[in-house]
């Protein structure tokens, strides 16, 4: 990873815990020059990037201006954990590990998921309360080459940080599909559904590592009445 991204996600996680709160500007660049150490182009591509992104905004003649929480809507096209949002944004919330098992990958889940015939996985399914209510049904596959230990504990914290952090892995890009659903047997058995629900937002995510190796696929379905999907997104010409 180049030091400006690494830049950025630290300036990032300090926006989301408010370490630079909303309406504030960030330092200057001479001053996160000397904090991180970096030149002021690693600093200035940081800075664009938290631009192009919808943390900031450029000011002339003050500086970095943070955008209100409200801006910072969850990024359809970002790799943003759920714990992370959760933080960000303040609301009471709970993880139920619903299941957590392994599972060797069929022909069937191999062309749906993209992982390889025969490779085993962790199976996670895991429901999202807020508010009192049942309201994400997330089934995560994760490859067991990549993350051979794994316990409730751990599913109901963070997987993004275990993974991160004490395993070391470098999480690089996702690639996405949203669909509109019909609601299937799992939503209706841990869903706190509306009697007129039949449809579900499904979030699809086939997950890769720094290496460009997929080690995670995920399934997050959201109940239609309690979520829309936000993105940020700046025109280039090409």
Same mark, same amino acid.
Request: contains cysteine; negative net charge.
């Given at each position: 990873?180049? &030091? ?7 300036i ?10 909303a309406?504030t ?8 020059? /000397?904090?991180?150490? +970096?030149?002021?182009?690693? &600093?200035?591509?940081a800075l ?9 905004? /450029?000011?002339?003649? /003050?500086?970095?201006f943070v ?8 990024? @359809?096209?970002g ?13 009471p ?5 619903e299941q ?8 069937q889940? +191999?062309?749906?998921t ?14 999202? /309360?807020?508010d009192?209510?049942?309201i ?5 596959? &994760?490859?067991l080459?990549?993350?051979p ?12 940080e275990?993974f ?6 470098e ?8 669909? @509109?659903?019909?609601?299937? &047997? ?8 509306? @009697?007129?629900?039949t449809?579900? @937002? +499904? ?5 890769f590592?720094k290496?460009?190796?997929?080690f ?10 309690k ?12």
């Open positions: 990873m180049k &030091i400006y991204e690494l830049v950025y996600q630290e990032e996680n300090r926006i989301l815990m408010g370490h630079y709160p309406e500007y960030l330092p200057s660049e001479n001053q996160l020059c /000397k904090q991180f150490e +970096a030149s002021r182009d690693t &600093i200035r591509k664009a990037r938290l631009t192009d992104h919808g943390y900031i905004k /450029k000011v002339q003649g /003050k500086g970095s955008l209100k929480k409200e801006q910072l809507r969850f990024p @359809v096209s790799l943003t954990s759920y714990k992370e949002l959760k933080i960000a944004y303040g609301y919330s709970d993880t139920i590990v957590l098992t392994k599972l060797k990958i069929d022909a889940l +191999a062309l749906k993209g992982f390889e015939e025969n490779e085993e996985v962790w199976s996670i399914l895991r429901s999202r /309360k807020i009192g209510q049942k994400i049904l997330d089934w995560d596959l &994760i490859a080459e990549f993350v230990e794994l316990d409730t504990e751990i599913a109901k914290d963070s997987l993004y275990y991160e952090q004490t395993l070391g892995l999480i690089a890009f996702a690639e996405k599909e949203i669909t @509109v659903d019909p609601i299937d &047997i799992a939503d209706r058995h841990y869903l706190d559904l509306n @009697v007129q629900d449809y579900v @937002v +499904a979030v699809n995510s086939r997950v590592l290496n460009l190796r997929q995670q696929y995920t399934e997050s379905h959201h109940r239609l009445d979520f829309k999907f936000h993105d940020f997104a700046r025109r280039h010409q090409l």
